[in-house]
Nanobody, 124 residues
Framework: VQLQASGGGLVQAGGSLRLSCAASGRTGSSNAMGWFRRAPGNEREFVAA????????HYADSVKGRFTISRDNAKKTVYLQMNGLKPEDTAIYYC??????????????????WGQGTQVTVSS
């Protein structure tokens, strides 16, 4: 499985960005996808996840109400709509793929494939 993330950039505080992550290869019929991020000097942290059906989602407390994860199974693509961005959202964002599609996993060890990351920078 290969993951290609895009959509990062520089935005002012309060602005919005939409990240995309397209999966290719042998993705199977059931998978979960997630977004994680790593800020400078910090460890990687969970942001949001979505299960195969799209009806199951999970968010980190720090992004609830501001970020929305969604997916288009026909396109094998997951999206992260980020609104109300804050400087503390600045990080490299990574999409991840799990072969366990029933749940929206928050645990990084449940993900088997990772994208290359896309930089999000929020200026104050």
């Amino acid at each position: 499985v290969q993951l290609q993330a895009s959509g990062g950039g520089l935005v002012q505080a309060g602005g919005s960005l939409r990240l995309s992550c397209a999966a290719s290869g042998r993705t199977g019929s059931s998978n979960a996808m997630g977004w994680f991020r790593r800020a400078p000097g910090n460890e990687r942290e969970f942001v949001a996840a979505i299960n195969q059906s799209g009806y199951g989602t999970h968010y980190a407390d720090s992004v609830k109400g501001r970020f929305t994860i969604s997916r288009d199974n026909a396109k094998k693509t997951v999206y992260l709509q980020m609104n109300g961005l804050k400087p503390e959202d600045t990080a490299i964002y990574y999409c991840a793929f799990s072969s366990g599609g029933r749940y929206a996993w928050a645990e990084s060890h449940m993900y088997h494939y990772w994208g290359q990351g896309t930089q999000v920078t929020v200026s104050s």
